[in-house]
């Protein structure tokens, strides 16, 4: 069964750093991009970032280019989204998902078809 668990969230006060991790389980991580999206209260779902399958290549939002890093390590099954300079504007429910490459997934479009739970991110002072 394809499951992503999200974990790193927590309040943090603007110009901070957090480390989000999507821990993938039910299937090897080799042949998905990872995408990251956040929702902030009254807000549509936003897409964060991408990672290709092999981690060579990244597409960020205009809005953290600079700021957040996506990473992974396929052997340990699990994706990174390095946030630092955190804004207040950052807040929201952070989720990872998963597009396979036999269904033409790609970066940053997709598609995702399997999600997580999310985790939230506060940036408050």
């Known amino acids: 069964q394809l499951q992503l668990v999200e974990s790193g969230g927590g309040l943090v006060q603007p110009g901070g750093s957090l480390r989000l991790s999507c821990e993938v389980s039910g299937f090897t991580l080799d042949y998905y991009v990872i995408g990251w999206f956040r929702q902030a209260p009254g807000k549509e779902r936003e897409a964060v970032s991408c990672i290709s399958s092999s981690g060579a290549s990244t597409n960020y939002a205009d809005s953290v280019k600079g700021r957040f890093t996506t990473s992974r390590v396929n052997a340990k099954n699990t994706v990174y989204l390095q946030m630092d300079s955190l804004k207040l504007e950052d807040t929201a429910i952070y989720y990872c998902?998963?597009?396979?490459?036999?269904?033409?997934?790609?970066?940053?479009?997709?598609?995702?078809?399997?999600w997580g739970q999310g985790t939230q991110v506060t940036v408050s002072s």
């Open positions: 998902a998963a597009g396979h490459l036999l269904y033409g997934s790609s970066c940053p479009l997709g598609p995702f078809g399997t």
